[in-house]
């Protein structure tokens, strides 16, 4: 076994998937091929949510592309605007959607939903590509998830450049089911879906992303340290993605949402990769 396919071993592992299952998805060897010195890496550490300075030196508030996407919540927050994205102690970082009164129109953002709530995202300044040099991401978090009717929490990538590729590490649409998503085109698209138990309460959620060929990737996705899949994400490699951390509202959720404030929590967010050298 190389350098480089051992340690691919070792970090796919600690997730908690079998050796037969790695195997078998084509996982383990992929990103094995060069023969070169390779070494792990982290890129965004864990305690990027321990005051608002790490906060800001690792993450931009909003979307990559403004306030709005497809649900009916438009997102406000700014180093001087705390209301719906604020640090709570422990590093702990809370995105807190709440309901408005008065009409601010619809969402710029297909499909145009009314904007209903205002609420809260960031994204990670730093952008995931799968490459030769890089060929291994992981990326993880722990998430105190909203899952009310017309509430919709993520934790996703999706393309820098052009939509998709997409994967969704975390995605609750007004129940109790995560929905694992990538996204090839708007058409072509692997989904497992699995239940939570009580998703209102701290769960682990993890997508390890590993380089199988020179256009595709495999993400395996993980719930608490347990492997539930792996799906082939192809096209990704070399496609810049943007890490997003949002509370949308409503949309794929529901169009019935709560009156009541929501709370999405979120700590200990990592991305790690390896680096060939």
């Known amino acids: 076994m190389t350098e480089h396919n051992a340690l691919s071993r070792r970090r796919l592992l600690t997730g908690g998937a079998t050796v037969a299952a790695v195997t078998a998805a084509g996982g383990l060897g992929a990103a094995g091929r060069a023969h ?5 890496e982290t890129v965004l550490n864990t305690d990027s949510f321990a005051s608002y300075q790490s906060l800001e030196a690792n993450w931009n508030y909003r979307y990559p592309w403004g306030s709005d996407h497809n649900g009916s919540a438009r997102m406000y927050a700014s180093p001087s605007d705390h209301n719906h994205v604020f640090l709570s102690g422990g590093g702990v970082l809370t995105l807190l959607a709440t309901r408005i009164n008065w009409d601010e129109g619809t969402s710029s953002s297909t499909p145009h939903l009314p904007i209903r709530y205002h609420s809260g995202a960031i994204h990670a300044k730093h952008q995931i590509t799968v490459t030769n040099q890089f060929p291994n991401y992981e990326v993880k978090g722990e ?13 996703w990538l999706t393309g820098v450049n052009s939509w998709p ?14 929905w694992f998503n990538t996204f090839r085109t708007s058409s072509d698209v692997s989904s497992t879906i699995v239940p939570v138990s009580s998703p209102g309460s701290w769960h682990g959620y993890r997508a390890w992303i590993t380089k199988v060929n020179n256009t595709d990737v495999d993400i395996h996705y993980y719930l608490d340290g347990t492997w539930k899949a792996v799906h082939r994400g192809a096209g990704f490699v070399g496609k810049p993605l943007w ?6 509202m409503e949309g794929s959720s529901g169009n019935s949402g709560p009156t009541s404030d929501t709370y999405y929590r979120a700590r200990n967010v ?3 990769r390896t680096r060939v050298s």
């Open 243 to 248: 890490l997003i951390y949002n509370l949308q």
């Open 143 to 155: 998430f105190q998830a909203p899952s009310a009717p017309g509430t919709w929490p993520a934790f």
């Open 36 to 40: 070169a010195a390779e070494t792990w």
């Open 165 to 178: 590729p997409e994967s969704d590490i975390l995605e609750f649409k007004g129940d109790n089911r995560n």
């Open 270 to 272: 990592y991305i790690g």
